[in-house]
T-cell receptor, first 114, second 110 residues
Framework: SAVISQKPSRDICQRGTSLTIQCQVD?????MFWYRQQPGQSLTLIAT?????????ESGFVIDKFPISRPNLTFSTLTVSNMSPEDSSIYLC???????????FGPGTRLTVL | SQQGEEDPQALSIQEGENATMNCSYK?????LQWYRQNSGRGLVHLIL?????REKHSGRLRVTLDTSKKSSSLLITASRAADTASYFC??????????FGAGTTVTVRA
């Protein structure tokens, strides 16, 4: 399976600031996604990161708040903008690998907003 | 919105015992995937079962799928302390977007 890394692994940020999370995959993948896991909750899909075009956002998530870049088939970034304490979550990227529908996740970025 | 619901929410068992958790979903699916998460870290992929499959095995794990009841179960046999984690089911409606259940927290006592 693809090996996925994320940076940073964790961060503590002040409200009103922005944080960019990086997701790097060791092989080219077509499908890449960003999820959020709020404290004690399950995972919710934020958006599909499309290579070479704008991301596709799920209901309740907007580009101004969560801008996403996907410059190539191995890398994507998610920015959490103008943060508030409610944005404190684990953010995870995932990829669908090899066309077999299995989806693999990165180690996550634990964000705390004060 | 979450399509899956998991049952039970929490499970505590003795080492060596089996653990069974269930996942129910609402709409037709392409496949269902089970994941493990240790202490809020990344998700580890356990098993994918497709809509035309009824049972799959991987080591000490057994997954069943009943599409008529829209439900799946994950059985962990001969549990170990290292199996202590949260387990999530996730359904794929044929667009690669996963909808996760609320999860089952499993504690294995030594």
């Amino acid at each position: 399976s693809a090996v996925i890394s994320q940076k940073p692994s964790r961060d503590i940020c002040q409200r009103g600031t922005s944080l960019t999370i990086q997701c790097q995959v060791d092989s080219q993948v077509t499908m890449m996604f960003w999820y959020r896991q709020q404290p004690g909750q399950s995972l919710t899909l934020i958006a599909t990161a499309n290579q070479g075009s704008e991301a596709t956002y799920e209901s309740g998530f907007v580009i101004d708040k969560f801008p996403i870049s996907r410059p190539n088939l191995t890398f994507s970034t998610l920015t959490v903008s103008n943060m508030s304490p409610e944005d404190s979550s684990i953010y995870l990227c995932s990829v669908e690998d090899r066309g077999y529908n299995e989806q693999f996740f990165g180690p996550g970025t634990r964000l705390t907003v004060l | 919105s979450q399509q899956g619901e998991e049952d039970p929410q929490a499970l505590s068992i003795q080492e060596g015992e089996n653990a069974t958790m269930n996942c129910s979903y609402k709409t037709s699916i392409n496949n269902l995937q089970w994941y493990r998460q240790n202490s809020g870290r990344g998700l580890v992929h356990l098993i994918l079962i497709r809509s035309n499959e009824r049972e799959k095995h991987s080591g000490r794990l057994r997954v069943t799928l009943d599409t008529s009841k829209k439900s799946s179960s994950l059985l962990i046999t001969a549990s170990r302390a290292a199996d202590t984690a949260s387990y999530f089911c996730a359904t794929d409606l044929n667009d690669y977007k996963l909808s996760f259940g609320a999860g089952t927290t499993v504690t294995v006592r030594a």
